[in-house]
Structure formats: structure tokens, C-alpha cells
């Protein structure tokens, strides 16, 4: 009997003392744990949005976060200016502590690239060497010279040694070789058949052919012509010219 009341008691005062530490247990976690974590959330920021932001913009804006700025790295951009941030790490909207480090790549600009000397060179030739800098061959206008040859670049847009983003365009005048010019022929009189011997031999061109009726000539020979005789021309001027029927 008395053994049996003893098994009790020790039950009890076992569960008791189970019951306490479940208490006990609890207040340490209501007083001490979540405490913890709460403070720790406390010092928790969200991380803004700095990319396309100048460098000094970036840096108050996340100031003011109380976060850190670092740059990681610049790089050449075609589309952000110099000193804009192109990325940034942690990412926007991040939640991170208070004093950590966002990591950001700046911008350098567009790539900057030293002007060829292409003066004297072949049109395709100065293409060719204006590519290898990273440029571009722009308006290409053609002038008679009487010094360059033919096809030959006389004069760039942009000196050489000039410094200029990457992937612009140079423009060029070439050579279209001395400018031959022709003084037009006296036709009037000539037979039809002479007077295309005498404009293809003198680099021009048949143009326009009228015909009309004159009683002072004999058919087929040549009454008018235009450009008139003595004009100064360039080959493959057209002649237009009006014959007897």
C-alpha cells in the first residue's frame, strides 16, 4: 500500500516538474528568442533602385538606405553615359542588414578610339582600316582632282589622332581623277552619219533626234544641234540634234 502511494507521488512531482519546464521554456522563448529576431528585423533595410543613376545620385540614395556603395567594376557602354550605374548587386527590393555593401558596375561610356590616317589610301582600303578601329566609312563625295587618282581618298571628315566614340562614322571625299572637258563640235551642215562619227570620237553622246522640213538643205543633214558649238562639256554630254527630212 504504501508502496503504491509513493509510485504515486513520484508521478506527480515528475509532472509537475514537466509542466514547469514547458513554462519555463516558453517565457525563455517570449522574453528571449523573439526578442531577438525582432530586433534582428528591425535592422533590416529593402535595397533601392540605383541603376541608371549617376554614380554620386547612387551613392546618397542608398546613403540614405544606410547602405554602403562599392564599385565592382567600369565598363564601356553604347547606351548609359559615363558614370551611370548599369547593374547592381544585392538586387532591387532586396531585404539585407543595415551598413552592407551594394555592389555596382558604373559605366565608362562609349568606347573611346584613335582616328586612322586613310588620306591617300583606296576608297575600299581606308574602309577597311577605319574598320579595324572599331569606325565606320559615313558620306562618301567624289570630286574631280587634278593631283589624286581616281578613287583615291583626298580628304577625311575627322583627323587622324582624333580621339572618338567607338562605331562612329568618317566620312570622305575621293578622287574621280582629273576632269576631262570637251568643247562641242560644229555639227551643222554635217551629214547625220558624220555627225555621230564626230560626237562619239569626242566622248559625247547622241541625244534627242528631230526631224524637220528645209528647203535650203539637202535631206539628212544636220540644221541645229544643242548644246551649241564652242560650249565646254563633260564626257558623255548628250547631243541633241535637228535633221533636214
Known amino acids: 500500500m504504501g508502496t503504491t502511494l509513493s509510485k504515486k507521488w513520484r508521478f ?8 514547469l519546464l ?3 521554456l516558453y517565457l525563455a522563448i517570449d522574453r528571449v528568442v523573439l526578442p531577438l529576431f525582432t ?3 528591425s535592422k533590416s533595410v529593402v535595397v533601392p533602385n540605383v541603376i541608371g543613376k549617376d554614380f ?3 551613392q546618397k540614395t542608398l546613403s540614405n538606405s544606410n547602405l554602403i556603395i562599392k564599385t565592382v567594376k567600369e565598363i564601356y557602354s553604347e547606351k548609359s553615359p559615363a558614370g551611370v550605374i548599369i547593374s547592381q548587386i544585392p538586387t532591387v527590393n532586396s531585404l539585407v542588414k ?4 551594394v555592389f555596382v558596375t558604373v559605366s565608362k561610356g562609349k568606347e573611346i578610339v584613335i582616328v586612322p590616317y586613310i588620306t591617300g589610301l583606296s576608297q ?6 577605319l574598320m579595324k578601329f572599331g569606325l565606320e566609312l559615313g558620306n562618301v563625295i567624289y570630286e574631280f582632282s587634278d593631283d589624286v587618282e581616281k578613287d583615291i581618298v583626298i580628304s577625311q571628315s575627322k583627323l587622324a589622332g582624333m580621339r572618338i566614340p567607338y562605331g562612329e562614322y568618317v566620312d570622305v571625299v575621293v578622287s574621280k581623277g582629273p576632269e576631262i572637258i570637251i568643247k562641242i563640235p560644229y555639227l551643222v551642215g554635217s551629214t547625220y552619219f558624220d555627225a555621230i562619227q564626230i560626237i562619239r570620237e569626242s566622248g559625247l553622246r547622241i541625244g534627242r533626234v528631230d526631224y524637220k522640213s528645209d528647203g535650203t538643205y539637202l535631206p539628212d543633214i544636220i540644221i541645229m544641234q544643242s548644246p551649241q558649238p564652242g560650249e565646254i562639256v563633260t564626257p ?3 547631243i541633241n540634234i535637228t535633221i533636214t527630212k
Open 22 to 24: 514547458l513554462y519555463l
Open 56 to 58: 554620386g545620385e547612387a
Open 98 to 101: 543595415n551598413g552592407r555593401y
Open 124 to 129: 575600299r582600303a581606308a574602309k577597311i582600316n
Open 12 to 19: 506527480l512531482i515528475i509532472f509537475v516538474c514537466y509542466l
Open 39 to 41: 530586433a534582428g528585423a
Open 236 to 238: 558623255e554630254t548628250l
